[in-house]
């Protein structure tokens, strides 16, 4: 029963790691620009696809073309805030872009299920079947591998939003747009590149669940769920929130699955999101940029 325990545990701790990356641009995006992006999901699917493509084509390692992926995804993401985020906004309403990444999602949902079919499709290296055993518990080589490049992935972000100047834009102008803007910071610049940096995680995380799950063009309804919950649970624009939000997730999933049922876990999961919105509707953490809201 006690290796049963801290197996589910580990499971949850890993596997929530790569919901914290999912999730953490997501995030970024609620806390700058106050835009609940309803195409997050599916730029993690197309991080997903050019992984597969990378490697059907010119056997390209997904890890290695991770970085091209997220560099990829972060021009589809600036160009997307660019020409349609921030033109809904201006001529309508920030309640405009909720119909507006709606639609993106649906018409990229329905792209992807013309070139790749509807049917479930998974990137899995030689190395995605290695396990490693610690005492009682079994650990898949490349969820550690996975687990890894999240931390590291999150910390990088979070350093930058903390220590250099355009981390310091971005948090000048989602804690208030008119101040920054009167201390010269071009705002507009800035949410196409806080939109950038979203897709750009948003990708890489779609290479690691490409390779640890199966996907299909409808996975990415779920993945954009998973980031408003992620987001509920640990606050709104922190990179820690996301973290802390991802592991809360994946570890109440893990043990759902091990001790209810493995029908279970999205159940049990909503009902913790409930009880967060009304119990602490800002997250654990609170939003990072509250000051303004």
Do not use: K
């Given at each position: ?28 995006i ?28 010119i ?156 996907f ?18 640990g ?21 759902t ?33 509250h000051?303004?809201?």
């Amino acid at each position: 029963m006690l290796d049963r325990l801290f197996q589910a545990l580990v499971d949850g701790v890993l596997q929530g790691s790569v919901l914290s990356l999912a999730a953490v641009g997501f995030s970024l995006i609620f806390g700058v620009l106050g835009v609940i992006n309803l195409s997050h999901g599916v730029l993690i699917i197309l991080g997903a696809y050019l992984a597969l493509v990378a490697l059907r084509t010119i056997g390209l390692d997904p890890l290695l073309a991770l970085p091209l992926i997220a560099a990829i995804c972060f021009g589809v993401g600036y160009l997307y805030q660019r020409f349609l985020i921030s033109p809904a906004i201006r001529r309508a309403s920030l309640l405009s872009s909720l119909l507006v990444t709606y639609g993106v999602a649906l018409i990229l949902q329905n792209l992807f299920t013309l070139v790749f079919s509807a049917d479930n499709q998974s990137v899995r290296p030689d190395y995605a079947n290695s396990f490693d055993r610690f005492g009682g518990i079994t650990v898949n080589r490349l969820q550690l591998i996975a687990f890894a490049i999240s931390c590291v992935l999150i910390a990088i972000l979070a350093w930058v939003l903390r220590r250099l100047p355009i981390g310091r834009s971005i948090r000048a102008t989602a804690e208030h747009e008119l101040a920054a803007r009167l201390c010269g910071v071009d705002t507009d610049q800035i949410y196409a590149i806080s939109f950038g940096l979203s897709a750009a995680f948003a990708g890489a995380a779609g290479v690691l669940i490409g390779m640890l799950f199966p996907f299909a063009p409808s996975s990415q309804e779920d993945w954009t769920i998973f980031g408003f919950v992620v987001v509920v649970l640990g606050g709104a624009g922190s990179a820690a929130g996301a973290l802390l939000g991802g592991l809360l997730l994946g570890i109440i999933s893990a043990l759902t699955g091990a001790f209810v049922g493995p029908a279970y876990p999205n159940a049990v999961a909503f009902l913790v999101l409930v009880l967060m919105l009304l119990l602490r509707p800002h997250g654990l953490l609170g939003s990072a940029f509250h000051g303004s809201r």
